[in-house]
């Protein structure tokens, strides 16, 4: 199993980008994804989480009307649309791949059974 993370990169304060994460070597349809951050001396959180169906979805409250998570079943690929780009959204942000989970389990890094390597966003002022 492969999840590739892209789109990461310098902007602005104020700005926007867009994450995509490409899984392989799995039934992309029967897995919840999800996408997580860590920044420099700080744990890893949950960002914004996208149920199999892709008719649900949940996002940090930090994050609250600004990311918006999506998949697209047919292209085995999750995004990350992050808007209002702040100097503490500056992470590494990982997407995590997980078969069983429901509402209560989504925002736990433990509950997922695979992890992209990661794609840094760094937000300058």
């Known amino acids: 199993v492969q999840l590739q993370a892209s789109g990461g990169g310098l902007v602005q304060a104020g700005g926007s980008r867009r994450l995509s994460c490409a899984a392989s070597g799995l039934t992309f349809r029967t897995y919840s994804m999800a996408w997580f951050r860590q920044a420099t001396g700080k744990e890893r959180e949950f960002v914004a989480g996208?149920?199999?169906?892709?008719?649900?979805?949940t996002v940090a409250d930090y994050v609250k009307g600004r990311f918006t998570v999506s998949r697209d079943n047919a292209r085995s690929t999750v995004h990350l649309e992050m808007n209002a780009l702040n100097i503490e959204d500056t992470a590494v942000y990982y997407c995590a791949a997980g078969r069983s989970l429901i509402m209560s389990t989504m925002r736990r890094a433990n509950a997922y059974d695979y992890w992209g390597q990661g794609t840094l966003v760094t937000v300058s002022s």
């Open positions: 996208i149920f199999r169906n892709g008719g649900t979805t």
